[in-house]
């Protein structure tokens, strides 16, 4: 390992195109173990945000770019991510299919890549195609795949495998493929900020390849890929607290993060060689008698412990410190010592750094090749079945996502005290009509989370549905005792009073909405149908048109605005608004054209 400096430099053609039919072969089982994603749908995990309600993916035009390259989503900066959605979205509108096979496609970019990476830096073909199709195959990657949201994860990681392709080959004596691999890390940053440790990880690579890490030439290479690492590290602190992400902080100690950090470091270990008992969402434990339960303090130890052959190897062996050390440094920003999101781990985030497992995972079985030769066919008889397994463990998982209600359920049957899954679920209930299974899956939410705001608001929507609109006020009125900021509490508490005939307090609630958060399209469209009840129709009018200003795809308001105008007396405006309506589905519309 480590002495194939250039794997490339004379490899024959033949050889050549043997590791393309080997790419092409791992390329094609794993398109077989996940290809039950392709027929899934989406789920209500975050892909109305980034997808079905998102107007600023819907028609390409400087706007819509220039609001992409401008804004947040969900706390994260990531345009090129949202123009991929773009992309999907001009091709097949909101048909989940060509969201899936796009994620599906990019994963499969990036197994290739994975061979790559591992036969340029080490000069192995075989383990490189372990490597591989380990990657290719495996079940905790199911979430970063299955899941449309989680586009980032599959793009930044094409961008950032092929960005350190393209320093391998620099240091081959190709000068231009450093800029290259500049550019391909400033497109990974711009598809998720996590694509920041390249920097260091370039480092690494020099190490094993027994650069001098303090000559001047090797430190000043690195500066740019440095500044760019700390301008996106900035955004991303800056996108994540400017939604309250780093919520969790304040609720454990310094003390208890370490504690979660050791435990996450094992269990991303212990699931990428045994992936067992996966879920969407791993909650953070509950204290008992006010402290975390003991044996999570014993994960920093075994951390400490792992630390030891690590230390040991330094003298002897670049290969191993190499993989541990970018396994960690890949790893180290999701450990929660920064505790961002409600979730002690997350499957996704092993999505590159078990690339350092899997290496040393193909080595070892390749070692056991070599040094038994005998024995060879029983290596790859057991590397064989372990990947079948891992196979039919990722055909079984990418079922698990093929909806909302088979995710969650899925998530429930692991942790049944997940809150933000009977949340989830509950959301997806109220879309289908399920009303009892809904509120009482917003009840589970409020008897785990007695100070959840949201959940307070969803069963409130639930019981305007059961036509409850007075106990739906007083779950309203809760949850802005809550939080006083949240406007969506605001705008179907301002329903409410208008369903109670009480137009000023509902006029109050809209005004308030639309104050909270001028961008939303829905709020200007419920105060313009307050102001068209109560005969203010311009004002209705302008609270349409600024309704379709922010979603020109918003059939209803170009249906009420029509009508506006037609009780105005503004008949060519009315019609080109009516048959507008007509052509985006609101049959409505044709009885008032007749």
């Not at 899925?410 to 289908?432: C, S, V």
Request: proline share 4%; aromatic share 16%.
């Amino acid at each position: 390992m480590g002495k194939k400096k250039y794997p490339l430099k004379n490899l024959s053609e033949r050889k050549k195109k043997k590791n393309f039919w080997w790419v092409l072969l791992i390329c094609s089982v794993t398109l077989a173990a996940y290809y039950p994603v392709l027929e899934n749908k989406f789920t209500n995990w975050d892909d109305p945000v980034y997808v079905l309600d998102n107007p600023a993916i819907r028609t390409v035009n400087p706007e819509n770019i220039g609001r992409i390259f401008s804004s947040f989503v969900l706390s994260n900066y990531h345009p090129v991510t949202m123009l991929s959605y773009m992309l999907d979205y001009q091709i097949a509108a909101a048909d989940p299919h060509q969201y899936h096979l796009t994620n599906l496609l990019i994963h499969l970019v990036n197994t290739a890549l994975v061979f790559l990476f591992v036969f340029l830096l080490f000069g192995e073909g075989i383990p490189a195609i372990f490597a591989a199709l380990l990657f290719g195959i495996h079940p905790l990657h199911v979430e970063s795949v299955a899941w449309i949201a989680e586009r980032k994860d599959v793009l930044y990681v094409m961008f950032y495998l092929a960005a350190l392709c393209a320093y391998l080959v620099y240091l081959r004596g190709q000068k231009r493929y450093l800029f290259f691999a500049l550019f391909l890390f400033l497109l990974a940053l711009l598809s998720k900020a996590m694509a920041a440790p390249l920097a260091v990880t370039l480092l690494l690579v020099d190490y094993y390849r027994k650069r001098r890490i303090t000559d001047k030439k090797v430190l000043w290479e690195k500066v740019p890929f440095f500044l760019l690492a700390l301008i996106f590290g900035l955004v991303a602190i800056w996108a994540q607290s400017s939604k309250e992400a780093f919520f969790m902080g304040g609720s454990f100690r310094f003390i208890e993060r370490i504690a979660f950090a050791g435990y996450g470091f094992f269990q991303y270990l212990l699931k990428l060689i045994a992936p067992v008992f996966l879920s969407a969402i791993y909650p953070y434990p509950d204290r008992i008698n006010g402290s975390l339960p003991l044996f999570y303090y014993f994960f920093p130890v075994i951390f400490a412990g792992l630390t030891v052959p690590v230390l040991y190897s330094v003298r002897k062996t670049r290969f191993f410190v190499f993989n541990t050390l970018f396994f960690l440094v890949n790893i180290v920003l999701v450990l929660q010592l920064v505790p961002v999101g409600n979730a002690v781990m997350a499957d996704r985030y092993s999505y590159l750094p078990s690339v350092a497992v899997f290496v040393l995972l193909a080595f070892g079985f390749f070692t056991l090749m070599k040094k038994w030769p005998k024995q060879k066919i029983a290596v790859v008889t057991v590397f064989l079945v372990y990947a079948l397994i891992l196979s039919w463990a990722t055909w079984n998982r990418s079922f698990v996502w093929r909806d909302s209600q088979t995710l969650w359920k899925n998530t429930l049957a692991r942790f049944p005290n997940a809150a933000e899954a009977w949340n989830n679920l509950g959301m997806d209930q109220i879309q289908k009509g399920q009303l009892q299974d809904a509120l009482y899956s917003m009840q589970r939410v409020i008897q785990l989370e007695p100070d959840n705001a949201r959940a307070y608001t969803n069963r409130g929507n639930i019981k305007m549905m059961l036509g409850k609109a007075d106990s739906a006020l007083c779950d309203y009125n809760r949850s802005i005792e809550m939080d006083f900021l949240y406007m969506e509490a605001y705008s179907n508490r301002g329903v409410a009073y208008v369903q109670l005939k009480n137009f000023t307090a509902g006029l109050n609630d809209f005004d308030r909405a639309v104050k909270l958060k001028p961008g939303i399209a829905d709020s200007y469209f419920k105060r313009g149908m307050v102001y068209r009840m109560t005969d203010r129709l311009d004002l209705a009018i302008r609270d349409f048109s600024q309704a379709i200003a922010l979603d020109n795809t918003f059939s209803k308001a170009w249906l009420q605005r029509g009508i506006t105008y037609q009780k105005l007396g503004h008949m060519e405006a009315a019609r080109s608004d009516l048959k507008q309506a007509g052509r985006m589905g609101q049959q409505e519309a044709f009885r008032y054209l007749e």
